[in-house]
Nanobody, 117 residues
Framework: QVQLVESGGGLVQPGGSLRLSCAASGSILSLYDMGWYRQTPGKGRELVAHMLGSSSTNYADFVKGRFTISRDNIKNTVSLQMNSLKPEDTAVYYC???????????WGQGTQVTVSS
């Protein structure tokens, strides 16, 4: 079973950048499909970016061209580089790991991102 811990959230002005990191422990990250989701009050959790293996990526339309997901299977980390942030990007961001064979889902505790002037 993998444990996930996010970091890197905070307050940033519109147009700014943040880099979120997700540190995994307890298992080998290469066994998992990785993703970042976000959630705002009153809304369900929505997919932001997804990475299958080491190169196949998928992004929500609202972040395409602004966010980049990456993973380091040696360091057991997954990152989300967020550029050109907008107030509507304000949310709690969650790291997700889905086992490639068992399809079991694991979540981090979330990290708050606030985009405001």
């Amino acid at each position: 079973q993998v444990q996930l811990v996010e970091s890197g959230g905070g307050l940033v002005q519109p147009g700014g950048s943040l880099r979120l990191s997700c540190a995994a422990s307890g298992s080998i990250l290469s066994l998992y499909d990785m993703g970042w989701y976000r959630q705002t009050p009153g809304k369900g959790r929505e997919l932001v970016a997804h990475m299958l293996g080491s190169s196949s990526t998928n992004y929500a339309d609202f972040v395409k061209g602004r966010f980049t997901i990456s993973r380091d299977n040696i360091k057991n980390t997954v990152s989300l580089q967020m550029n050109s942030l907008k107030p509507e990007d304000t949310a709690v961001y969650y790291c997700n790991a889905r086992h490639l064979v068992l399809h079991s889902d694991y979540w981090g505790q979330g990290t708050q991102v606030t985009v405001s002037s």
